[in-house]
Nanobody, 115 residues
């Protein structure tokens, strides 16, 4: 499995930006897919964005045009750039990696967007 450590969450005003980071314990070249999910209080965990090692990306409709996911292979890190944040983006954000059919999760990082 892959150990993942997220960072970069915090409190931001609506319209602001944050960048989340997810550092992997091994080379991300070998990781088929990495992504970000989020879970708001009382709601199920939902996909935010994913990125495969072939460069294919996928975004939830609610974040298209505002969020961007990208990898830095030299740092074994995947980022989620979040712009034009809205109060409804408030949630715990989790990093996910899929390698050899196994799914690994980070511990999560809180993002709070104030109105």
């Amino acid at each position: 499995q892959v150990q993942l450590v997220e960072s970069g969450g915090g409190l931001v005003q609506a319209g602001g930006s944050l960048r989340l980071s997810c550092a992997a314990s091994r080379s991300i070249f070998s990781i088929y897919a990495m992504g970000w999910y989020r879970q708001a209080p009382g709601k199920q965990r939902e996909l935010v964005a994913t990125n495969t090692n072939s460069g294919r990306t996928n975004y939830a409709d609610s974040v298209k045009g505002r969020f961007g996911i990208f990898r830095d292979s030299a740092k074994n890190t995947v980022y989620l750039q979040m712009n034009s944040l809205k109060p409804e983006d408030t949630a715990v954000y989790y990093c996910n990696a899929i390698k050899d059919g196994l799914s690994s999760w980070g511990q999560g990082t809180q993002v709070t967007v104030s109105s």
